[in-house]
């Protein structure tokens, strides 16, 4: 056991999982260790108003009750600056804490981890055309990691698993909770290769500001993340928000009917430069250079077909492997400069007034927006519209600033 876990624990107890004020305060000390003597000393100084309640209250025992909890029912901790902590959630906005996990994610730090997520309530095409993709990509190697919601999330699990690959299901609850419901079957289905992970304690029900936390863990563990089907408001946008804040790929399934709402919140992100996605080759071409030895190489995708075209008769003498990408593909930005100055007087009001509050204060960071605006819906998806629309620029740290 990592000797520190259990004052990283106690540090998300006092805290409470998710919560971004617990990076400040540990940033003042030597370790986090050294923050809970100084705490335990009286010292409190770093803490903010709205915290000492809950610092005083949470107890190295606590935390100790909770990790032999753990032990006992076969779920693994894993802390911040643990070497079995996922890195590539070391480069992310307010990483978790301490991560539980039931099932095995060695390895997730040297493998191509794609997330595909889409709506609860994909039509008959997406569903084939899903199940068609996952596979692929899982025959090709590809660790597939979603969000467990009922409709594309689970399918892509599902699928994934089913294709011999390891899929990594992240909750926005405990890891005790019945999510989603009765769905005990398949998390322990993906667990014999794969995992079922969280950020919140074992017992922690769901909440509206779950969601949107677990979402920046699913694209966080990612290289590139894939919107399979979403719909103009979708969940699934938001962890396309994230994607393209944390610097990751962003990948859509191009829509099935252009005037249909149910594909409409994937136009904006293809217009603006998301990669679309007509095969599994077009997700693996990014990564086979860097990832090739955890690769299949052998897998029907990298096939014949591909230097014949989709509908010609294949060479089987003639194998290739897949086009090298010159470049890496990212969102592109929009420049303004070659595009019409919107007049802020035109927007809706709940932007205008995002652009008004942005501009008084120059940097804001997405927490203070969602305090500013606290009954707007799906604040992540009205940021990332503004950003593709060329209003605002994301900057490091999911902070926002006015676009130049």
């Not at 950020?199 to 779950?210: Q, R, T, Y």
Request: aromatic share 10%.
């Amino acid at each position: 056991m990592y000797p520190d876990l259990k004052y990283w624990v106690w540090l998300t107890i006092a805290y409470g999982p998710a919560n971004a004020r617990k990076w400040n305060f540990v940033s003042h000390y030597a370790s986090v260790k050294h923050a809970y003597e100084c705490v335990l000393s009286g010292d409190f100084r770093y803490v903010l108003p709205q915290d000492i309640r809950n610092v005083q209250s949470a107890s190295l025992g606590m935390a100790e009750k909770l990790i032999e909890y753990c032990i006992k029912n076969g779920i693994s901790i894993y802390c911040f600056d643990d070497e079995h902590y996922p890195k590539r959630l070391h480069e992310i906005y307010n990483p978790p804490s301490v991560l539980f996990v039931r099932g095995n994610i060695d390895g997730i730090d040297d493998s191509v981890v794609i997330a595909a997520v889409g709506t609860r309530r994909p039509s008959e095409y997406s569903v084939s055309v899903s199940t068609k993709i996952t596979k692929e990509l899982s025959n090709a190697g590809v660790m597939i990691t979603s969000g467990f919601a009922d409709g594309l999330d689970t399918l892509a699990l599902m699928t994934c698993h089913s294709s011999g690959g390891r899929a990594i299901a992240c909750l926005p609850c405990g890891l005790n909770r019945d999510y989603p419901k009765d769905s005990a079957r398949n998390r322990a289905v993906l667990c014999e290769s794969g995992a079922v992970i969280s950020e919140f304690f074992p017992d922690d029900g769901l909440s509206a500001a779950s969601f949107r936390a677990r979402n920046r863990v699913i694209s966080g563990i990612s290289l590139g993340t894939v919107i399979l089907q979403a719909g103009e408001g979708s969940g699934a946008l938001s962890t396309a928000s994230f994607a393209v804040a944390q610097g990751k790929d962003l990948f859509c399934v191009p829509p099935h009917e252009l005037y249909n709402s149910a594909y409409s919140g994937v136009i904006p992100l293809l217009r603006d430069g998301a990669i679309p996605v007509f095969d599994a080759r077009d997700i693996l071409n990014e990564y086979y250079s860097v990832y090739a030895h955890r690769l299949n190489f052998s897998s029907d995708i990298y096939g014949p077909k591909s230097e014949h075209g989709l509908f010609a008769e294949p060479d089987e003498s003639k194998p290739l492997k897949p086009a090298k990408t010159s470049e890496k593909k990212s969102i592109r930005r929009i420049d303004k400069a070659n595009t019409v100055k919107q007049d802020i007087i035109d927007l809706p009001e709940n932007k205008r007034h995002i652009i008004e509050y942005i501009e008084k204060n120059v940097v804001v960071v997405f927490d203070e927006i969602a305090a500013e605006f606290p009954c707007e819906q799906e604040l992540d998806v009205i940021l990332s519209e503004m950003e593709l629309e060329g209003l605002i620029q994301s900057l490091s740290g999911n902070r926002y600033t006015i676009s130049k």
